[in-house]
């Protein structure tokens, strides 16, 4: 039982590449989420899918997309990287009807 | 819309001592529950203990326990016996709407 998973761990982006950051969840939650975490900020919410099938924009969703491919993964792209999405990102899995969110390791993104 | 404070962005504490980590909140919600998350120098996020506001008695996780004030709208994290292992940024957050409302965090350095 793996929980929450991420790849890659770590990404350096020229400006303007694109790229997909994979989130995987083996707890069968229906709902997942796409933070960011900026230094010295809290996470902000940049995505989430309450369930298979739908995604709902968060906080702070330009300048990325997002696709829940089926109720395991949810993957968060980049279509033109700005050195402002210099971030970590973390995938976060809930159980419906609970509160708790579980977290996966992170994604530490530099873009150049 | 809710909102939480954290106003330490640091503290100190000597190791075996008690320290508490305040966190307050907004919210017009009648029911609401607040989680503590800890994050290391790795970077993950750990949840550490939740509580919701119809609870009758404060929420203990080993060494950890939240003292809930409503009145004042305060949800602060007491931890006892501190460790060197406490050594991490420590994060308060609210449930909005299945998504996460986070604090600007506080970091705690435990001192030998």
């Known amino acids: 039982n793996a929980g929450v998973t991420q790849t890659p761990k770590f990404q350096v982006l020229k400006t303007g590449q694109s790229m997909t950051l994979q989130c995987a969840q083996d707890m069968n939650h229906n709902s997942m989420y796409w933070y960011r975490q900026d230094p010295g900020m809290g996470l902000r919410l940049i995505y989430y899918?309450?369930?298979?099938?739908?995604?709902d924009k968060g906080e702070v969703p330009n300048g990325y997309n997002v696709s829940r491919l089926n109720k395991r993964e949810f993957s968060l792209r980049l279509e033109s990287a700005a050195p402002s999405q210099t971030s970590v990102y973390f995938c976060?899995?809930?159980?419906?009807?609970?509160?708790?969110?579980?977290f996966g390791p992170g994604t530490r993104l530099l873009v150049l | 819309a809710q909102k939480i404070t954290q106003t330490q962005p640091g503290m100190f504490v000597q190791e075996k001592e008690a320290v508490t980590l305040d966190c307050t909140y907004d919210t017009s919600d009648p029911s609401y529950g607040l989680f503590w998350y800890k994050q290391p120098s790795s970077g993950e996020m750990i949840f550490l203990i939740y509580?919701?506001?119809?609870?009758?008695q404060n929420a203990t996780e080993g060494r950890y326990s939240l003292n809930f004030q409503k009145a004042r709208k305060s949800a602060n994290l007491v931890i006892s016996a501190s460790q060197l292992g406490d050594s991490a940024m420590y994060f308060c957050?609210?449930?909005?709407?299945?998504?996460?409302?986070f604090g600007q965090g506080t970091e705690l350095s435990v001192k030998p």
């Open positions: 976060a899995s809930r159980e419906t009807g609970m509160e708790t969110q579980y």
């Open positions: 899918s309450a369930s298979e099938g739908t995604t």
């Open positions: 957050a609210m449930p909005q709407g299945g998504k996460l409302i």
């Open positions: 509580q919701g506001s119809y609870d009758q």
